[in-house]
């Protein structure tokens, strides 16, 4: 079965610092990648997304994503964040299967940024 | 344009009453998608639709819950009889073109079924 997986529940990090948030995906077929984030009080909205061509993927607000096929893996990263970053991030993969387009999202990544 | 719209934002019940959420996608959209979001399951795909058409409904997790969309400007998620489990944010989504690109989400309903 397909799945998304974000190892990090929780992440607390200064202004300034890097950020890295893994996802992992399982599916062998073809896939299209995408970040949203969720600020506090929002819905969610769209940061990134990866259907074809540069694997290396420019969203808003200074992320981008780096799509690794051969490691499944579609990581988030800023090189230095904000306080405005504290969010919730979520990695979403859609699937092909039977015809039909599967969206499955990973459990979320809670960003806490410091002042 | 106005995004996609839900309602109510809030809802709060009673156990074993029927609870009903509504959705209007974006204009022009054909793919409509209801989510569900829990601490503990993170994110979750209920059921989507194409045209009207439920496509896949696989993530409804039980017969109490049942999704509708009568027209391409109209969307229910119903849950009968609701249970204190179902405390949770549901959101929808609307995407437009084959295969659903892009999804743009509703604000969500916070529901809490005591």
């Known amino acids: 079965a397909q799945s998304v997986s974000q190892h990090n529940h929780h992440v607390i990090l200064s202004e300034a610092a890097s950020l890295e948030l893994g996802c992992n995906y399982s599916?062998?077929?073809?896939?299209?990648l995408f970040w949203y984030v969720q600020y506090p009080g929002q819905h969610l909205q769209l940061l990134l997304k990866y259907f074809s061509g540069d694997p290396l993927v420019k969203g808003i607000k200074g992320f981008e994503a780096e799509f690794i096929k051969s490691k499944f893996s579609f990581n988030l990263r800023k090189p230095s964040v904000q306080w405005s970053d504290t969010a919730e991030y979520f990695c979403a993969v859609r699937a092909t299967t039977s015809g039909t387009y599967k969206y499955i999202f990973g459990t979320g990544t809670r960003l806490k940024v410091l002042a | 344009d106005a995004g996609v719209i839900q309602s109510p934002r809030h809802e709060v019940t009673e156990m074993g009453q029927e609870v009903t959420l509504r959705c209007k996608p974006i204009s022009g959209h054909d793919y409509l998608f209801w989510y569900r979001q829990t601490m503990m399951r993170g994110l979750e795909l209920l059921i989507y639709f194409n045209n009207n058409v439920p496509i896949d409904d696989s993530g409804m997790p039980e017969d109490r819950f049942s999704a509708k969309m009568p027209n391409a400007s109209f969307s229910t998620l119903k849950i009968q009889p609701s249970e204190p489990r179902d405390s949770a944010v549901y959101f929808c989504?609307?995407?437009?073109?084959?295969?659903?690109?892009?999804?743009?989400f509703g604000p969500g309903t916070r529901l809490l079924v005591l």
């Open positions: 989504a609307s995407s437009q073109g084959a295969g659903g690109k892009t999804q743009y």
């Open positions: 599916y062998g077929g073809t896939v299209n």
